[in-house]
């Protein structure tokens, strides 16, 4: 497929004549360079799980039909997605887990960086997981959220649903989940098992491997799940705050660094840090002192709880050091292109990685670890204001394109936020003008750029639609990113393009709210790990009217989905119950049977399913047509 109109950013439109002018190679050229993709691997054909291989199916039924092995197209793309899915989860849960640690760690005096910023959350968590909290110290109680979280990654009770799964879902979603055989009952083993049994020579049952991936993806919602609640814990839970996002955060007159990547481990570190070396980088000349900005969720993380502006999101992160305005880019794990430190090369920006598991050739590596936080920022803000004084003015090209960003929709701040219009009943004004009809449903927006289409593109046409349908908008991760860059995280973008029952609903929260005016048109939830607040939404949502999460008009969309972990978090969207569209199409088309396992045999079992089309117009009609579906299926 080839793709000739790269963004729909104005900001990336204006940086890509000054990659060619610098000679730097662009995610965009790369993907030039790679068409045409190979057919077998887009359709999942081709399987490379033993060294008999690889094998390849020929998808027309001419050429091969088995594998060396004697596996058949159904168990090759099978074997292939569900071990897209344990990365995925593979991903989220080691972020959690660090998390966990750290909370621990703090608990016993080991990591003196960090403390408890959210006692009431701690509170809450404690609350959920049966802990005590009553006369009891804060590090006390700390300790054994910690330590019960991380009985996530250890139960060897394959029957019992893992503590964070039984402390967030409805009982109906559990039950169903148990059922099936997919409430997850550790991290760690539902994740090796899927590698296990991917193995040349074992499951070869295409249904069978499917619902094993399902019960790792149930494991990904789990890891997600305790990663942003524990974060909330270290470092507060979003409240609204205005920013800004796209490029034209980066300022000239400031030491510019960018936060990249997805753990707020560090990158809340080095906004600390920041605030304290302001006069040093004041001093070096930098008349602006220190600019932090983010990148991709990591840049998410910051915006929602600090107001730290979003300089882009994952396809354009090249562009970013193009301005030749970055004196540092700092990045911990996930998403961070390998091109950059050749990017950063062109320039005087220091490309920094903090991970000794997550190292990358080029790049400058200052290794992170909770127990020295403080020190190993300080060290990457010094390394960040020397960079700026080797800044050639000249170089430097900044497009004057920013939006601002109405951010920091937590489940706690919408519910907060609803309780200014009910304070008795909280949950009351969103469930009777979902039952009037002024909101017919709810869509999240998730997910990743990818090159195969416009960047940001099908995110804009295919919310725009469903603004104007009444439909409420939530957004998590590069997909929130984009509608931040684009303006539509304001209350100014709800007037111009929501719906009247939309509208009037946004404004009577909003007023209440104290903004004058209405709440944005898409409410920014976070992180990719931060879906799970959508999923708190939901399911506060289901228990109070005595319903399961796959009742609700609850739908999702993930238009440009890219990596293993958002295929992990399409799937349990789907295991969830919801209606889950993907504008990319994901490596199982060789496999009709897998195809329509998750497209049509799994609503029978779980709700959901996976609703596939690249076409923005047309997967916001079948959107609004399985928001409908719900609505009828609830009777409205
Ligand atoms: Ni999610 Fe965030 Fe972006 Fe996709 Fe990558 S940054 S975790 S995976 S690309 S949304
Ligand atoms: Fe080929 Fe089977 Fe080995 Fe896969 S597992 S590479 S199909 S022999």
Redesign the pocket.
């Given at each position: 497929m080839t793709n000739h109109i790269p963004s729909s950013d104005p900001a990336v439109k204006a940086m890509l004549p000054r990659a060619k002018e610098c000679g730097v190679e662009t995610v965009w050229d790369r993907y030039q360079a790679q068409q045409p993709q190979c057919g077998f691997g887009s359709l999942g054909l081709c399987c490379r799980n033993c060294m008999k291989g690889p094998c390849r199916i020929d998808p027309f039924g001419e050429g091969p039909q088995y594998g060396i092995c004697g596996a058949d197209r159904d168990t090759i793309v099978a074997r292939q997605l569900i071990r897209m899915m344990a990365g995925?989860g593979a991903?989220?849960s080691e972020h959690g887990r660090h998390i966990a640690l750290t909370l621990l760690h703090m608990a016993e005096g080991k990591a003196p960086d960090y403390r408890v910023r959210d006692e009431a959350k701690l509170s809450a968590v404690a609350a959920k997981l049966g802990i005590s909290t009553k006369d009891r110290p804060v590090e006390e109680v700390a300790r054994d959220v910690a330590l019960k979280t991380l009985e996530d990654f250890q139960s060897q009770d394959y029957g019992t649903g893992a503590n964070w799964l039984t402390a967030t879902l409805t009982p109906r979603r559990l039950k169903r989940l148990k059922d099936a055989g997919l409430l997850a009952h550790n991290i760690d083993a539902t994740i090796t098992g899927v590698m296990a049994r991917t193995n040349v020579g074992c499951d070869a049952d295409p249904t069978n491997l499917v619902l094993g991936g399902i019960r790792a993806a149930i494991a990904d919602y789990d890891g997600m799940t305790l990663a942003t609640e524990l974060s909330d814990i270290l470092f507060g839970t979003p409240k609204p705050i205005v920013t800004a996002a796209n490029l034209g955060v980066i300022k000239p007159t400031a030491v510019n660094i960018a936060v990249g990547?997805?753990n707020p481990l560090l990158s809340d570190i080095v906004c600390d840090v920041a605030a304290e070396m302001q006069e040093a980088a004041m001093a070096a000349g930098a008349k602006d002192g220190i600019n932090i900005v983010g990148i991709?969720?990591?840049g998410?993380e910051v915006m929602m709880r600090h107001g730290i502006p979003l300089a882009t999101?994952?396809?354009s992160q090249e562009m970013a050091v193009l301005t030749g305005a970055l004196d540092a880019m700092v990045v911990d794990m996930?998403?961070i292109m390998p091109s950059m430190p050749r990017v950063a090369e062109c320039f005087h920006t220091q490309f920094i990685t903090t991970l000794d598991e997550n190292r990358i050739p080029g790049a400058l590596h200052v290794s992170f670890d909770e127990k020295h936080a403080d020190e190993a920022a300080r060290k990457i803000v010094e390394i960040a204001i020397a960079a700026f004084g080797r800044r050639d003015p000249k170089g430097v090209r900044i497009p004057d394109i920013k939006n601002t960003a109405v951010v920091g929709f937590s489940a706690e701040a919408i519910v907060g936020a609803l309780s200014l219009v009910n304070p008795d009943d909280t949950l009351k004004p969103l469930i009777d003008n979902v039952i009037n009809g002024n909101i017919q449903g709810v869509c999240l927006f998730?997910?990743?750029?990818n090159p195969q289409s416009t960047q940001d593109e099908s995110f804009q046409v295919i919310a725009k639609k469903l603004a104007a349908a009444n439909v409420l908008l939530l957004a998590?991760?590069?997909?929130a990113?984009c509608f931040a860059k684009h303006g539509l995280m304001t209350g100014e973008a709800t007037e111009q393009f929501a719906g009247p029952g939309l509208k009037a609903v946004l404004t009577a929260i909003g007023k209440a709210a104290g903004l004058g005016g209405p709440l944005p048109l898409v409410l920014h939830m976070g992180?990719?790990?931060d879906n799970s607040r959508a999923v708190a939404v939901a399911v506060a949502l289901a228990n109070k009217l005595g319903v399961d999460i796959s009742d609700l008009p609850v739908v999702a969309s993930?238009p440009?989905?890219?990596?293993e972990?958002?295929v992990a978090?399409g799937t349990w969207s789907v295991a969830l119950g919801l209606p889950t569209h993907l504008g990319t199409i994901p490596p199982v088309m060789g496999s009709q049977t897998v195809t329509k396992l998750i497209t049509e045999d799994v609503k029978d079992v779980l709700g959901g399913y996976f609703l596939v089309d690249p076409n923005p117009e047309t997967a916001a009609e079948k959107l609004l047509a399985a928001i409908k579906d719900r609505r009828a299926g609830l009777g409205l």
């Open positions: 995925g991903a989220h990547g997805h991709c969720c990591t998410n999101n994952y396809l996930q998403c998730a997910g990743c750029n998590t991760g590069c997909g990113a992180s990719c790990v993930a440009e989905a890219m990596s972990k958002a978090i």
